[in-house]
């Protein structure tokens, strides 16, 4: 993460437009959790279904929906659930982009397990032969560098304080999605982006996002910068503009 995060910041720094045709072109892979428990075998009618439901996602993004959620097959054992969820920032174009690399490579990553998630920096993919309620949470997490010492405890404050508002927001939200940011010194500013599934009820959306926030003191303790990956939820925090400033999403007025 932190070359790419990098690469990332120096292209929009100087770029921004660039960056919006680098997001559409080149989806960036963050971290994936097959479970290893579940698995079937080759040239099943499972298989298949699977197959048809990674294929048939990429052309739902396309419409500019941001989360898309279906089932191919008619029953247990061999109906597949699955859905995707897009960056609430992400154009219908990069969005579809996205889905369909994740779709691909969500069976490279998982071969022949019957239920997998796969997050890349703009989208989300997942199935499993279940519901998606029984799927345990798994997290993942990127760390970059740490703040200075002496700037340690204001910055948890500062942290805190942003990560709980981007948190109201993203409830408050149609579309479950918020970006925030607050400035940390004059000349540095920290930038939050929280999003929900659309279809959580808000208060399965709060207690998702309450648990990823949770989950920062003890994976990223005065990280410059870090993602919490959940299956209903995730948060990221950076030092630099991560985010499309202009969403294309109703969610606009996030910059107080
Ligand atoms: C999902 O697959 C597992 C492993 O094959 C099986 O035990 C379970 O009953 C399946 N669940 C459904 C709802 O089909
Ligand atoms: C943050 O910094 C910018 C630029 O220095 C300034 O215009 C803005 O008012 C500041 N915002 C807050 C909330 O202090």
Redesign the pocket.
């Known amino acids: 993460m932190p070359s790419s995060n990098s690469k990332y910041f120096v292209v929009f720094s100087f770029f921004s437009f660039f960056l919006i045709c680098l997001t559409q072109a080149d989806p960036i892979y963050s971290s994936h959790a097959c479970t290893d428990s ?1 698995t ?1 075998k080759p040239k099943t009618t499972f298989e298949t279904n699977l197959n048809l439901l990674l294929s048939s996602l990429p052309s739902k993004a396309s419409g500019g929906s941001h989360f898309y959620r279906t089932r191919t097959g008619d029953a ?2 061999d109906a597949v659930n699955g859905l995707f969820l897009c960056r609430g920032d992400t154009l219908a174009a990069a969005c579809r982009e996205c889905v369909s690399a994740a779709a691909g490579e969500i069976k490279r990553r998982c071969p022949d397990q ?1 239920e997998a998630i796969i997050w890349y920096d703009t989208c989300m993919v997942r199935y499993s ?2 519901s998606f309620n029984k799927i345990v949470p798994s997290t993942d997490l990127s760390n970059t560098e740490d703040v200075a010492p002496e700037d340690k405890e204001r910055f948890n404050e500062v942290l805190s304080g942003m990560l709980n508002s981007a948190a109201a927001k993203v409830l408050k939200s149609q579309n479950k999605f918020a970006t925030e940011q607050v400035n940390f010194t004059t000349t540095e500013t920290l930038y939050g982006l929280e999003q929900c599934t659309p279809d959580l009820t808000v208060s399965d959306c709060n207690t998702c996002l309450r648990s990823a926030i949770a989950a920062v003191p003890n994976c990223c303790d005065g990280k410059r910068g870090s993602t919490v990956l959940l299956p209903a939820c995730n948060i990221r925090y950076e030092f630099y503009p991560f985010f499309s400033s202009t969403p294309p999403a109703p969610v606009s007025h996030s910059h107080p």
Request: charged letters at 15%; aromatic letters at 14%; a positive charge.
């Open positions: 579940l079937y247990a054992p019957k032969n279940q």
